[in-house]
């Protein structure tokens, strides 16, 4: 491996999805020119530091400080899912910092910043650079193209990062942006805000909301919340399942069928999550109706009546202060014992969730709990030994088995769907008239996940790989059939980044020899050094499978758990190392 390269890239380098934010200071050629060039630096440099750290905080590298700006890459060295949602945030955060940053000055005032967003293949090469690496490609122009372009205190935004990002993103209308060096306008839309609701399930364009299968399981579901209705107790169970698997969808639909039940529900985000129990917060912050921007004193009375309605005018003082510290509405600063504060934020949980399930049956959702911190996972193993009283049933959604040390928490697991069914969603969404060997096709890739099979069909059609005729579907382009769409991709790559190098590069040279690989060809092939053990690490984290008959002799097989593993493995390859 080359010195200073990210610590698991190929020698030779990569080719990645990536998303890039170019932010700017507006104004600064001008104010430099009005000034002392030290002046200047003196007066922007601490800030900038500022909002570099920002971006960082946020999962971004910065691999080099211009002096009116910076750009972050957000996938480098590590790809996370969310990749184009924190990028957009980050870019919010910078711009609300630097605004920050404004305000508290006399003098020389803050320049705002003005960025761009832009989602992308890139290929990622090791540089002699401090950054160790050098990222190239026409993604990288066009989300600088976009910085210019967006106004001070705007962040504007491609549409791949858009779609990516509409769930927990707001956006003005898509428009066409002109940039010099471009043939054709580039579709971008401004930021308009931070969306504090979530929808359910993720937004898949063209696809219609049709629910199949899963009655078992609702069925289980039920039985737990009747359990605690029958006992007046307080229940966890939690939702195992890989990505996409459709255990947000459940949720919803088992919310669905008890209208009886009071519905909260909240997730847990891989950053940026400050509170201690977050997702219950803002759950309740959606009952109650308040957003993140309000204001002191409308919080203030929002929680006064919150504490009123669970408890009753006697004690609602008391939790009023718990409460307000659950809803994150107290400044941290104030806060002098955080230990005494976490264990007040969990009795105030408590309280409320008890008092609202003598109103009627409570289903709290913690969705993404597989991002849980220490203190939310407290809650559920001690809830789980010491049940609270009322019906209260704490549905953890999670992609992990083993959440928290203790005794493991109750699970149900979501298998994959059946081929039949995916055929089934297949047709519902396309409507009639999609050759059935295409469908084969696409659901025998997708596996039994209808995240899978959702993506792949949005992207075939968004292409025009598939074309609708009033005579029914027809296939346009056959090789497209066979790309992995841009959301799983991501979602797999975080996955295989995320892996040991040795374990990383094993997994990519298996992906060269195709569906099935030997660990005799690997030894010979390889740059890893320990292919045998790779390989079985490999098999424990249900990325390869071993065949139980090797069809070479003398020699261990193992195939890809999922075609689209070994899809983007081969990928994330450079072209001159495929075969
Ligand atoms: N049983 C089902 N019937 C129809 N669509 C489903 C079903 N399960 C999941 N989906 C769809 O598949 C996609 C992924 O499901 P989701 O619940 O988001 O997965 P997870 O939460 O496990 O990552 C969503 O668009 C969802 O609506
Ligand atoms: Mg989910």
Known sequence: MTAGGPPNAAPS?????????????????????????????????????????????????????????????????TAHEDDAERAVRAALAVRDHARELQR??????????????????????????????????????????????????????????????EHAIRYGPTRGYRAKGKPKPIPASEVVGVRSVLPAGRPAPGVSGGFVARERQLEALGRALSNA???????????????????????????????EALLLSGRCTAYGQRLPLFPLASALQDLIGLSEEA????????????????????????????????LGAVDSYAVRDPTAAVGQTMRAARAVLEGLARERPVIAVLDDLHWADAHLLELLHSTRANPWSGPVLLLGLSRLEAL???????????????????????????????????????????????????????????????????????????????????????????????????EKRVLQDAAVCGEATWDRLLDGVSAAEEVGSALQRLVDRDLLRRRPRSRLPGAREYVFKHVLIRDVAYESLPRRDRC
């Open 404 to 502: 928290g040390s203790g005794d493991p928490l109750p699970t149900l697991k979501l298998e994959a769907l059946p081929d039949r069914r995916l055929r089934e969603l297949g047709e519902l969404a396309l409507g009639p008239g999609v050759p059935a060997s295409v469908l084969g096709r696409i659901v025998a890739r997708a596996s039994g996940n209808p995240l899978f099979l959702e993506e792949s069909l949005s992207m075939l059609v968004e292409s025009g790989a598939l074309v609708q005729r009033p005579a029914g579907w027809i296939v346009a382009d056959h090789q497209l059939l066979e790309q992995v769409p841009a959301t799983i991709r991501t979602l797999i790559a975080a996955r295989l980044d995320g892996l040991p190098a040795d």
């Open 229 to 259: 209705v029958d006992r007046q107790r307080s229940s966890v169970l939690v939702v195992t399942a890989e990505p996409g698997a459709g255990k947000t969808r459940l949720a919803v639909e088992f919310g669905r069928r008890h209208p």
């Open 295 to 326: 204001p002191e004193a409308v919080t203030d009375r929002a929680v006064r009546r919150l504490a009123h309605r669970v408890v009753g005018s006697r004690r609602a003082g008391d939790l009023t202060r718990g409460l307000k510290l659950l």
């Open 104 to 165: 508290g000055r006399s003098g020389t005032p803050f320049p705002e910043v003005h960025a761009g967003v832009n989602s992308g293949e890139v290929m990622v090469a090791p540089s002699s650079e401090p950054a160790g690496f050098a990222v190239i490609g026409d993604t990288v122009n066009t989300a600088s193209r976009l910085a210019d372009l967006a106004m001070p205190g705007i962040v504007l935004v491609d549409e791949r990062t858009r779609r990516r990002t």
């Open 13 to 77: 380098g990569e080719r990645k999805l990536v998303t890039l934010l170019f932010a700017d200071l507006t104004g600064f050629t001008a104010l430099a020119s009005s000034l002392d060039p030290e002046e200047v630096y003196a007066s922007v440099r601490p800030g900038m530091t500022a909002l570099v750290r920002i971006v960082q905080d946020y999962g971004g590298t910065v691999p080099q400080v211009m002096g009116d700006g910076f750009m972050a890459i957000f996938g480098v060295p």
